[in-house]
C-alpha cells in the first residue's frame, strides 16, 4: 500500500504525501461508511438524552445550604414544599364555607397521593402567609418526593387531575418542581424549533460562501456527525453523573458552529490549492499540512476555555464542559479525519453544482472564475489591512476606548439565582409565582430556613428566636417545629428574596451564637455560597486559560508577544458582550421586543459560561488568523506583508464563519427561557464584535505598532519552538536581516512532524505545482535556511 501511495504521490505533483495523508485517504469510501454507522448508533445512544437530564444545578453541592436543604428534606418534608396549587376563590373570600371545604378536600386528597408528603394548606394551618392580601386566593403546599425524573413522572401524573375548576374554585399547578418541569419541556421544544431554524439558514449561507452546493454540504455533515455524537456521549454521562439539560443547546451551537469553522477553513484551503493547479491528492497533503494544523491548535484552545469550567462545582456549568469538549473533539475528527476522505473522492467535484451559475448570463461559468472571486475578495481585506495599518494608533485607540465603553453597563451588575422568571409569561408556573410575589405578604418563597441540631431545651430554642428576631433584617421569626435532637425555624427577610440585605441577613443568620449547630438554607443562602464558590475557583479557571491558550499561541507563532496580544485581545472583544448582557437582560431594556421577563439580576454562573464559550470561540477565529499571518511571515520575513496577508486570505473566511455561527446562536436565542435567550444572543454579538472589529480593525492595527517585536522570542524559548512548535507554514523562512544563521547541525524549525510524514521544508524541496507559491525553482524555498 505504501508503494501504491507513493505513487499516487508522485503522479499527483512529485510532492511527498506524509503519513496522515495517507491514512484518511487510504481507505476513503471505508471510512465515510464507518461514519455513517457511527451516526447511526449515535442517534440510537443519543435519543432521549434531554429527559434524562436535570434543569437545575446552580448550587454548590458541597455548601452549607446544599447540606441544609437536604436534611430539612429528609427531617422536615413540609418544611421545603415544591409543590403549591394556587386555589382562586374569584370574588368570594377563601374562607367562606363552601370554598374552604373544598380547600380542605383537595389537601386531603393530595395527601393521599403516592409520592407525595409534607401537605399543608392555608385551611389546615391559618398562616398567613399561605393567603393572599385580598382573600381571593390561598395556598395548598407539598412536597413531591424523589429525583427531579421521579418528580416530573409524578407532576404529570398529578397535574391533570387538579387543574382546573374544582366547584366554586379554579387551581393552577405551580412550585420549584413544576417551574423544572416546564422549563425542560420548553427548552426542549425550543431547541428543535432553533435546529429547524439554522439549519436551512446555515445551508444558504454556506452555499453563498461557496457557491457550490456540494462544498456547502460538507461542513453540514461535519456538523451533524459532532452534535449526534455528542449527544451520545451525555446521555453516557448521564448514567454517572448530573447533566444539565441547557447544556444540549450549546452542543448544537457549537456543533454547527465549530464542524463550519473548521470545514470552511480546510475545504477553503483545498479548493486554493486545486484552484492553483495542484492535484486532489498532494491539495489534500497540503491542506492537512497547512489548514489541518491549523484545525488542531484551534480545537485545543477552545476545549482547554470549555476545559475550565471543569474546576467549579455547579453541575450547571461542569455540563456545558462535557458537552463543549466532546464536540470540538468530534467537530475536529471529523474535520481532519471525513472531510479528507470525502475530498479525496470528490477531487474537482467539490466545485459541482455552482448556483453562482443561475444568476450568470447564458449559465456558464468563465475560466477561472473561483480564482477571480476569491481574488477579489482578499483584494478587498488586503485594502483595509493597508488602511488599518496606516493609521495604526487612531484605530487600535477608537476601538479599544469604543469596547471599553460598551462593556460599561458590566460594572453595575447584579448577581441573582435563575427561577421562574426564565420562563414565559404564559407558562402556568410562572403565572403562580407571580401571584404569590404580587399579592401574598412577606416574601413568598423567599424565606431562610435555619436548621437547629443536637439537644436543646424550650428554653434554649426560644433565646435563640429572640436573639434572630432582633436581627435588623428580620421581618418575622416562625417555629421551631421540633422532630428529635433536630428543629428549625423560618426566618421571613423584610425585603425582596435575594436583594442585598437578604444576603447579608444569611452572614447574620450564620454568625448568630447559638447553643447548637446551625445552618441556613433558602434562596438568598444557596445564592451566597453560590457565588463563594465561583469567586473562590474563578481565579483559578482563569490562571488555567490564560497559562495554556499562552503555550498553544506560542507554540503556533513561536513568538513571546503575540500569545499576550491574543490573550489580551481576546478578552477585550467580550466586554460589549457581558455589557449588554446586563443592559439588556437585567435592566430589561429591550424586554418587550425580545419577549422575555427582566428578574433585576443576572444568573451567577451565567457569565463564566459565557466567557469560557465566547474566548474560546474568539481563539478559534484567532488562530485561523495567526496561523496565514505566520506562513507569510515565514516565506518572507516581511511584518507588514504577512498581516496583510493574513487579513486578505482570512478576513472573509473568518467574517463567513462568524456570521454562520452568529446565525447559529441567535435561533438558540430565541427560546422562550431567558437564560437561553441570553445564552444565545450574548455569544451571536461576541462573535461578530470579534470578527468584525478585533480581528479586522484591532488586530491589526496593534501588529503594525509592535512592528517585528511581534515575532520576537529569546534565544532558548526560539530553540524550543524550533524543536516542538507547530505551524502552518508549508516551509521556511528566509533569514531577516540581521538574524544569525543557524548552525548547520541545529535541528530544523520544524523537523518531522509524524512517522514517515514529509516536514514541510522537506516538502518544499519537492517539485511544487504549476502556479503555486511553493512551486521549484523558488529561491526563497531552496534554501532551507532556519532560524538560530
Known amino acids: 500500500m505504501s508503494e501504491v501511495n507513493s505513487a499516487r504521490g508522485r503522479r499527483s505533483g512529485g510532492r511527498p504525501v506524509g503519513g496522515w495523508t ?31 437530564m436535570g434543569s437545575g444545578g446552580w448550587e454548590d453541592p458541597d455548601a452549607q445550604s446544599t447540606y441544609a436543604t437536604k436534611a430539612l428534606e429528609r427531617e422536615f418534608p413540609g418544611s421545603q414544599p415544591n409543590l403549591l396549587l394556587l386555589v382562586d376563590a374569584g370574588r368570594a373570600s377563601v374562607d367562606d364555607p363552601e370554598v374552604a371545604a373544598e380547600g380542605k378536600r383537595l389537601a386531603e386528597r393530595l395527601a393521599a397521593e403516592p409520592g407525595v408528603t409534607g401537605v399543608g394548606s392555608y385551611w389546615r ?22 429525583e427531579e425524573k421521579a ?30 418541569h ?73 456543533g454547527l458552529g465549530l464542524a463550519i469553522d473548521y470545514a470552511l477553513f480546510i475545504v477553503r484551503r483545498f479548493r486554493e490549492e486545486l484552484a492553483d493547479g495542484a492535484e486532489p491528492l498532494a491539495a489534500i497533503g497540503t491542506t492537512l499540512r497547512t489548514a489541518g494544523r491549523t484545525v488542531l491548535f484551534s480545537a485545543l484552545t477552545v476545549a482547554v476555555s470549555l476545559a475550565a469550567m471543569l474546576v467549579f462545582p455547579q453541575y450547571f456549568l461542569r455540563s456545558f464542559a462535557y458537552a463543549g469538549i466532546a464536540v470540538v ?45 476569491r481574488d477579489g475578495e482578499g483584494a478587498v481585506w488586503g485594502r483595509l489591512a493597508t488602511l488599518v495599518m496606516r493609521r495604526a494608533p487612531v484605530f487600535a485607540v477608537a476601538t479599544t476606548v469604543g469596547l471599553v465603553v460598551l462593556g460599561l453597563p458590566f460594572l453595575g451588575v447584579r448577581f441573582g439565582t435563575a427561577d421562574d422568571r426564565q420562563l414565559p409569561d404564559g407558562a402556568e408556573s410562572h403565572v403562580v409565582q407571580q401571584h404569590i410575589r404580587d399579592g401574598f405578604p412577606g416574601s413568598p418563597g423567599g424565606g431562610l430556613e435555619v436548621l437547629a441540631e443536637g439537644r436543646a431545651t424550650p428554653a434554649q430554642y426560644a433565646a435563640y428566636k429572640e436573639r434572630i428576631s432582633a436581627l435588623p433584617q428580620v421581618l418575622r421569626v416562625d417555629g421551631p417545629l421540633v422532630e428529635g435532637d433536630s428543629a428549625y425555624f423560618t426566618v421571613l427577610p423584610k425585603g425582596e428574596a435575594v436583594d442585598a440585605a437578604a444576603q447579608r441577613l444569611v452572614g447574620d443568620l450564620r454568625a448568630a451564637d447559638a447553643p447548637f449547630d446551625t445552618s441556613v438554607t433558602g434562596t438568598a443562602a444557596v445564592l451566597v455560597d453560590s457565588k463563594d464558590a465561583i469567586g473562590e475557583r474563578l481565579p483559578w479557571a482563569a490562571v488555567f486559560i490564560a497559562i495554556v491558550t499562552l503555550l498553544l499561541v506560542f507554540l503556533l ?5 503575540i500569545p499576550l496580544q491574543a490573550v489580551l485581545l481576546n478578552a477585550l472583544s467580550l466586554t460589549a458582550m457581558f455589557g449588554a448582557v446586563v443592559w439588556v ?87 422562550r427561557v431567558t437564560n437561553t ?18 480581528r479586522s480593525l484591532l488586530v491589526p492595527a496593534v501588529m503594525r505598532l509592535t512592528g517585528r517585536a511581534t515575532w520576537w522570542a529569546p534565544g532558548p524559548l526560539r530553540r524550543f519552538h524550533d524543536r516542538f512548535g507547530l505551524s502552518e507554514a508549508d516551509g521556511p523562512r528566509p533569514r531577516p536581516a540581521g538574524e544569525p544563521a543557524a548552525s548547520p547541525d541545529a535541528p530544523g524549525p520544524q523537523g518531522e512532524t509524524a512517522e514517515g510524514e514529509a516536514a514541510p521544508d522537506e516538502a518544499a524541496a519537492g517539485t511544487g505545482a504549476p502556479g503555486t507559491r511553493e512551486a521549484a525553482g523558488d529561491p526563497d524555498r531552496d534554501k532551507a535556511e532556519v532560524r538560530g
Do not use: W
Not at 603 to 613: D, G, I, K, S, Y
Open 677 to 694: 435567550k441570553m445564552l444565545g444572543l450574548g455569544i451571536a454579538l461576541a462573535v461578530l464584535m470579534d470578527a468584525m472589529v478585533v
Open 151 to 180: 418528580a416530573g413522572e409524578t407532576l404529570d401524573r398529578l397535574a391533570p387531575h387538579y387543574r382546573g375548576a374544582h366547584g366554586p374554585v379554579e387551581v393552577t399547578v405551580g412550585g420549584p418542581v413544576a417551574v423544572r
Open 182 to 254: 416546564e422549563m425542560q419541556r420548553t427548552i426542549q421544544e425550543d431547541l428543535l424549533r432553533a435546529e429547524m431554524i439554522a439549519l436551512p439558514v446555515t445551508l444558504v449561507l454556506l452555499v453563498m460562501v461557496f457557491g457550490s452546493a456540494v462544498a456547502a454540504l460538507l461542513p453540514l455533515g461535519v456538523g451533524i456527525i459532532a452534535i449526534l455524537g455528542t449527544n451520545a456521549v451525555l446521555r453516557g454521562l448521564t448514567e454517572l453523573t448530573d447533566v444539565s439539560v441547557f447544556a444540549i443547546n450549546l452542543t448544537t451551537a457549537l
Open 585 to 671: 437582560f437585567q435592566d430589561g431594556h429591550l424586554s418587550g421586543a425580545l419577549a422575555f421577563t427582566s428578574p433585576g439580576s443576572i444568573e451567577t454562573t451565567l457569565p463564566v459560561l459565557m466567557f469560557c464559550v465566547a474566548f474560546g470561540l474568539s481563539m478559534d477565529y484567532g488562530v485561523f488568523l495567526l496561523s496565514r499571518m505566520k506562513e507569510e511571515y515565514d516565506k518572507t520575513g516581511d511584518h507588514r506583508s504577512a498581516v496583510r496577508f493574513g487579513l486578505q486570505r482570512t478576513g472573509g473566511l473568518i467574517t463567513a464563519a462568524a456570521v454562520i455561527l452568529a446565525v447559529v446562536m441567535v435561533a438558540i436565542g430565541t427560546s
Open 125 to 146: 394551618s391559618g398562616s398567613p402567609a399561605l393567603r393572599a392580601e385580598d382573600g381571593h386566593e390561598a395556598l395548598v403546599a407539598a412536597r413531591v418526593t424523589g
Open 22 to 52: 495517507r491514512f484518511v485517504t487510504a481507505r476513503p469510501r471505508l471510512s465515510l461508511l464507518v461514519a455513517l454507522l457511527f451516526t447511526a448508533l449515535a442517534v440510537v445512544a443519543g435519543s432521549g438524552v434531554a429527559d434524562r
Open 329 to 373: 473533539v468530534l467537530a475536529a475528527g471529523a474535520a481532519l479525519i471525513l472531510l479528507p476522505a470525502a475530498l479525496i473522492l470528490l477531487g474537482h467535484r467539490v466545485d459541482s453544482l455552482d448556483l453562482r451559475r443561475l444568476f450568470r448570463r447564458g449559465g456558464r461559468e468563465p475560466s477561472g472564475t473561483a480564482e477571480k472571486d
Open 557 to 561: 507563532t513561536g513568538s513571546v508577544l
